[in-house]
C-alpha cells in the first residue's frame, strides 16, 4: 500500500476541502441561478400566454359587435327579408367592407347558404352550410371553421325582424377572421415570442423559423411531440424552446391549440457565460487556496523533515546526522529527545557489538576446539591401535586410513578458517566453462562411499565460459551439492543443477527434494558456524560458499525452500574486468 508524506497528505486534504466548499458554493450559485432562469422562461412563457389571451378577447369583442351591429341594421334586415339569394350576394358586399373582415356568410333561417364573401376565395357554399349546420345546432355564438388547411374564427348573431311576439327570424349572419401567418405574427408581436397555431397534427400558422415549423409538424404527426404536454421544452432544428400552450376552442372538429415558444438561444448564451465564469472563479479560488496551504503546510512540515531525515540515517547507521530542534515547541521537544535517544542507542550499538564479537569468538573457539579434539581423538586412538595391530591382529591399512581421513579433516578446517580470514579475495581467473567445473564437483560427491547412489543431474544451457578460479568454484558447489545431499539422507528424489547464461550473467539454481531449511536459520544461513541437524558440522561450508562468490563479484541466495525442498541460486557475472578487479580489491 502507497504510503504519502505528511506535506502531501494535508496538501491532499486540504485540496479535497477546498474543492469541496468550492465546488459545493458555486454549485449552489449555479443552481439558484438556473432555476431562476427557468423560473423567469416560465413565467415569461406564460406572461405571452396572458398577453396572446387578453389580445384574443379584444378581437374576439370587437368581431362581436361588429356582427351584432350588421344584424341590428335595417337595410340588413330588409334585404334578408327579399330572400333572393343574388340580390342578397350582391347587396351583402358592402356590409362585407363594413365589417372588414376575411368572412362574411348570410343565411336563410334553414340555414341555407345565401351570401358567401371571402378575401382568400376557394370555400363552397356547401362547407359554408356544413359549419354553420354544425355550430348553430351546438348552440355557439362562436366556433372554429376549419377546412383544407384554412382556420377561421367566426362569430354568429340571427337576423330577426319585429319585436316580442311578433318577432321573425329572418336568418343567420356570420362573420370571422383567418388565423394565418398574419395572425401568427401580431400575436408574436403582443406576446413578445413565437407562436404556433396548430389543429390536430397540423401547424396552421406560425412565427417559427421555416424549418422550425416543419420539424414541428412532423414531429406532431410522429407522435414525439404530445399535444398533452401544456409546457415544456423542445429542441427543433435550428433552436431550442420553451413553450406554453392554451386551447384556444375545443368543441371543433378539430381543437385549436396556441404555442407561445420563447427561444433559448439568449438564455443558453447566459447559462455558457455564466458556466465560464463559475469555472474561472472556481480554478481561481481552488489556485489561490493551494498556493497559501503548500506555503502553509511547507511551513508546519519542513522542521519534520529535518526529524525524518535524522531518522532515515539512523536506520542507515549513520549517527553522526546533524538534526537541528526547530519548529514549534512540540518538535523542539521531539528533535531533543530524538537526539537523546540517538545517543543512547549508539552506545547500546557498541557495547552489543562487543558482546557479540565475544560470543562470536567463544561460539567459534569452542566450535573448533570441539573439531580439532574430535579429529586429535581419532589420530591417537587409530595410532594406538596402529602400535599394537599385530597383537590384536587388525589391518594396519585400515587404520592408516582413519587416521588419514581425520588429517585430512583437520586440514580442510584449518584450510576453512584461513579461508574466512582472508580480507581481500584470494582468487586466481582463468578462463573456464562453469559446466566442467560442476560436473568435477559431483563426481568429487559421487566419490564418497555414502552418497555414490545419490542422482545428481547437469541440465546446462547457453555459453558457460568465463574468467573464474576453478579450484575455488569447484569447492563452491561441492559445498552446495554436498548439503543437498545431506539433507536428502533419508529422503527419496534427485538433485538437478541448472546452469544458465542469462543478461545479466550466468545463473546456477542447486535443486533438492529434500526437508527445507528451518526458519530459525534461514537469515543467517551463510554466516560463519551456523548448523542444522549435522552431528559433525561446523558450519564453515555455506560460509565459504558465500565469501568465494563474493570474491567473484557474485551473490547466493536461498530462491525457495519448503518442506518438499530447497533451491539455491548462485549468480556469477559475464564480465571479465568484474572478476578481474575483484581479485585485487577488498571485500565490502
Request: net charge neutral; with cysteine.
Given at each position: 500500500?502507497?504510503?504519502?508524506?505528511?506535506?502531501?497528505?494535508?496538501?491532499?486534504?486540504?485540496l479535497?476541502?477546498?474543492?469541496?466548499?468550492?465546488?459545493?458554493?458555486?454549485?449552489?450559485?449555479?443552481?439558484?441561478?438556473?432555476?431562476?432562469?427557468?423560473k423567469?422562461?416560465?413565467?415569461?412563457?406564460?406572461e405571452?400566454?396572458?398577453?396572446?389571451?387578453?389580445?384574443?378577447?379584444?378581437?374576439?369583442?370587437?368581431l362581436?359587435?361588429m356582427?351584432?351591429?350588421?344584424?341590428?341594421?335595417?337595410?340588413?334586415?330588409?334585404?334578408?327579408?327579399?330572400?333572393?339569394?343574388?340580390?342578397?350576394?350582391?347587396?351583402s358586399?358592402?356590409?362585407?367592407?363594413?365589417?372588414?373582415?376575411?368572412?362574411?356568410?348570410?343565411?336563410?333561417?334553414?340555414?341555407?347558404?345565401?351570401?358567401?364573401?371571402?378575401?382568400?376565395?376557394?370555400?363552397?357554399?356547401?362547407?359554408?352550410?356544413?359549419?354553420?349546420?354544425?355550430?348553430?345546432?351546438?348552440g355557439?355564438?362562436?366556433?372554429?371553421?376549419?377546412?383544407?388547411?384554412?382556420?377561421?374564427?367566426?362569430?354568429?348573431?340571427?337576423i330577426?325582424?319585429?319585436?316580442?311576439?311578433?318577432?321573425?327570424?329572418?336568418?343567420?349572419?356570420?362573420?370571422?377572421?383567418?388565423v394565418?401567418?398574419?395572425?401568427a405574427?401580431?400575436?408574436?408581436?403582443a406576446?413578445?415570442?413565437?407562436?404556433?397555431?396548430t389543429?390536430?397534427?397540423?401547424?396552421?400558422?406560425?412565427?417559427?423559423?421555416?424549418?422550425?415549423?416543419?420539424?414541428?409538424?412532423?414531429?406532431?404527426?410522429?407522435g414525439?411531440f404530445?399535444?398533452?404536454?401544456?409546457?415544456?421544452?423542445?429542441?427543433?432544428?435550428?433552436d431550442?424552446?420553451?413553450?406554453?400552450?392554451?386551447?384556444?376552442?375545443?368543441?371543433?372538429?378539430?381543437?385549436v391549440?396556441?404555442?407561445?415558444?420563447?427561444?433559448?438561444?439568449?438564455?443558453?448564451?447566459?447559462?455558457?457565460?455564466?458556466?465560464?465564469?463559475?469555472?474561472?472563479?472556481?480554478?481561481?479560488?481552488?489556485?489561490?487556496?493551494?498556493?497559501?496551504?503548500?506555503?502553509?503546510?511547507?511551513?508546519?512540515?519542513?522542521?519534520?523533515d529535518n526529524?525524518?531525515?535524522?531518522?532515515?540515517?539512523?536506520a542507515?547507521?549513520?549517527?553522526?546526522?546533524?538534526?537541528?530542534p526547530?519548529?514549534?515547541?512540540?518538535?523542539?521537544?521531539?528533535?531533543?529527545?530524538?537526539?537523546?535517544?540517538r545517543?543512547?542507542?549508539?552506545?547500546?550499538?557498541?557495547?552489543?557489538?562487543?558482546?557479540?564479537?565475544?560470543?562470536?569468538?567463544?561460539?567459534?573457539?569452542?566450535?573448533?576446539?570441539h573439531?580439532?579434539?574430535?579429529?586429535?581423538?581419532?589420530?591417537?586412538?587409530?595410532?594406538?591401535?596402529?602400535?599394537e595391530?599385530?597383537e590384536?591382529?587388525?589391518?594396519k591399512?585400515?587404520?592408516?586410513?582413519?587416521?588419514?581421513?581425520?588429517?585430512?579433516?583437520?586440514?580442510?578446517?584449518?584450510?576453512?578458517?584461513?579461508?574466512?580470514?582472508?580480507?581481500?579475495?584470494?582468487?586466481?581467473?582463468?578462463?573456464?566453462?562453469?559446466?566442467?567445473?560442476?560436473?568435477?564437483?559431483?563426481?568429487?560427491?559421487?566419490?564418497?562411499?555414502?552418497?555414490?547412489?545419490?542422482?545428481?543431474?547437469?541440465?546446462?544451457?547457453?555459453?558457460?565460459?568465463?574468467?573464474?578460479?576453478?579450484r575455488?568454484?569447484?569447492?563452491?558447489?561441492?559445498?552446495?551439492?554436498?548439503?543437498?545431499?545431506?539433507?536428502?539422507?533419508?529422503?527419496?528424489g534427485?538433485?538437478?543443477?541448472?546452469?544458465?547464461?542469462?543478461?545479466?550473467?550466468?545463473?546456477?539454481?542447486?535443486?533438492?527434494?529434500?526437508?527445507?531449511?528451518?526458519?530459525?536459520?534461514?537469515?543467517?544461513?551463510?554466516?560463519?558456524?551456523?548448523?542444522?541437524?549435522?552431528?559433525?558440522?561446523?558450519?564453515?561450508?555455506?560460509?565459504?560458499?558465500?565469501?568465494?562468490v563474493?570474491?567473484?563479484?557474485?551473490?547466493?541466495?536461498?530462491?525457495?525452500?519448503s518442506?518438499?525442498?530447497?533451491?539455491?541460486?548462485?549468480?556469477?557475472?559475464?564480465a571479465?574486468?568484474?572478476?578481474?578487479?575483484?581479485?585485487?580489491?577488498?571485500?565490502?
Amino acid at each position: 500500500m502507497t504510503t504519502f508524506r505528511l506535506r502531501s497528505q494535508l496538501f491532499v486534504a486540504a485540496l479535497l476541502i477546498i474543492l469541496g466548499l468550492t465546488g459545493s458554493l458555486l454549485f449552489f450559485i449555479r443552481h439558484t441561478v438556473d432555476a431562476e432562469i427557468q423560473k423567469q422562461v416560465k413565467d415569461g412563457t406564460d406572461e405571452s400566454v396572458r398577453a396572446f389571451e387578453s389580445v384574443q378577447r379584444q378581437r374576439e369583442l370587437q368581431l362581436s359587435r361588429m356582427g351584432a351591429m350588421l344584424a341590428d341594421l335595417p337595410t340588413m334586415k330588409a334585404l334578408m327579408s327579399t330572400q333572393h339569394a343574388p340580390t342578397i350576394q350582391d347587396g351583402s358586399e358592402s356590409f362585407w367592407k363594413l365589417a372588414q373582415s376575411d368572412l362574411l356568410v348570410l343565411a336563410k333561417p334553414n340555414r341555407s347558404v345565401v351570401a358567401l364573401h371571402m378575401t382568400k376565395p376557394g370555400w363552397s357554399a356547401q362547407t359554408a352550410e356544413r359549419d354553420l349546420k354544425r355550430s348553430t345546432d351546438a348552440g355557439e355564438d362562436a366556433s372554429w371553421w376549419y377546412d383544407d388547411g384554412r382556420l377561421y374564427w367566426v362569430f354568429l348573431h340571427p337576423i330577426t325582424s319585429g319585436a316580442g311576439p311578433t318577432v321573425q327570424p329572418l336568418g343567420f349572419l356570420a362573420v370571422g377572421y383567418q388565423v394565418d401567418s398574419a395572425v401568427a405574427q401580431q400575436l408574436s408581436v403582443a406576446t413578445n415570442n413565437q407562436v404556433a397555431l396548430t389543429t390536430g397534427d397540423t401547424v396552421i400558422a406560425s412565427t417559427l423559423p421555416g424549418r422550425d415549423a416543419a420539424e414541428l409538424q412532423r414531429r406532431m404527426r410522429s407522435g414525439t411531440f404530445s399535444t398533452a404536454n401544456t409546457s415544456g421544452e423542445i429542441a427543433l432544428d435550428t433552436d431550442k424552446y420553451a413553450y406554453s400552450s392554451v386551447l384556444l376552442h375545443g368543441s371543433s372538429p378539430s381543437p385549436v391549440r396556441c404555442y407561445v415558444m420563447m427561444p433559448l438561444v439568449p438564455v443558453n448564451s447566459f447559462i455558457k457565460r455564466l458556466n465560464y465564469s463559475i469555472y474561472v472563479a472556481g480554478g481561481l479560488a481552488v489556485l489561490f487556496g493551494v498556493i497559501l496551504f503548500g506555503f502553509v503546510a511547507r511551513t508546519i512540515t519542513h522542521p519534520l523533515d529535518n526529524l525524518v531525515a535524522g531518522v532515515k540515517a539512523l536506520a542507515a547507521g549513520d549517527f553522526t546526522y546533524s538534526i537541528t530542534p526547530r519548529g514549534s515547541t512540540e518538535l523542539v521537544e521531539l528533535s531533543t529527545s530524538f537526539a537523546q535517544m540517538r545517543g543512547q542507542l549508539l552506545a547500546l550499538q557498541q557495547h552489543r557489538i562487543e558482546s557479540e564479537r565475544i560470543a562470536a569468538l567463544a561460539r567459534a573457539a569452542g566450535s573448533i576446539s570441539h573439531d580439532l579434539r574430535h579429529y586429535l581423538a581419532a589420530v591417537v586412538a587409530n595410532a594406538e591401535f596402529l602400535y599394537e595391530a599385530d597383537e590384536l591382529k587388525l589391518k594396519k591399512d585400515e587404520i592408516y586410513e582413519e587416521i588419514k581421513t581425520a588429517a585430512n579433516q583437520m586440514t580442510d578446517l584449518i584450510d576453512s578458517l584461513r579461508e574466512l580470514s582472508y580480507q581481500r579475495s584470494a582468487i586466481t581467473p582463468t578462463r573456464t566453462r562453469i559446466d566442467q567445473v560442476i560436473r568435477r564437483a559431483i563426481e568429487a560427491i559421487h566419490s564418497k562411499p555414502e552418497f555414490r547412489d545419490t542422482r545428481i543431474v547437469l541440465s546446462s544451457s547457453g555459453d558457460l565460459e568465463g574468467m573464474f578460479d576453478a579450484r575455488k568454484l569447484e569447492r563452491v558447489f561441492f559445498n552446495l551439492i554436498l548439503n543437498a545431499c545431506e539433507s536428502m539422507a533419508e529422503a527419496e528424489g534427485s538433485i538437478v543443477v541448472e546452469a544458465k547464461n542469462s543478461p545479466a550473467g550466468f545463473e546456477i539454481r542447486v535443486h533438492d527434494s529434500g526437508r527445507g531449511i528451518p526458519g530459525a536459520i534461514r537469515e543467517s544461513l551463510f554466516d560463519p558456524f551456523v548448523s542444522f541437524g549435522k552431528p559433525n558440522g561446523t558450519g564453515l561450508g555455506l560460509a565459504i560458499v558465500s565469501k568465494i562468490v563474493q570474491d567473484h563479484s557474485g551473490s547466493v541466495s536461498i530462491e525457495q525452500t519448503s518442506e518438499s525442498g530447497t533451491t539455491v541460486l548462485v549468480r556469477l557475472p559475464a564480465a571479465e574486468q568484474n572478476v578481474l578487479s575483484s581479485a585485487t580489491s577488498p571485500i565490502r
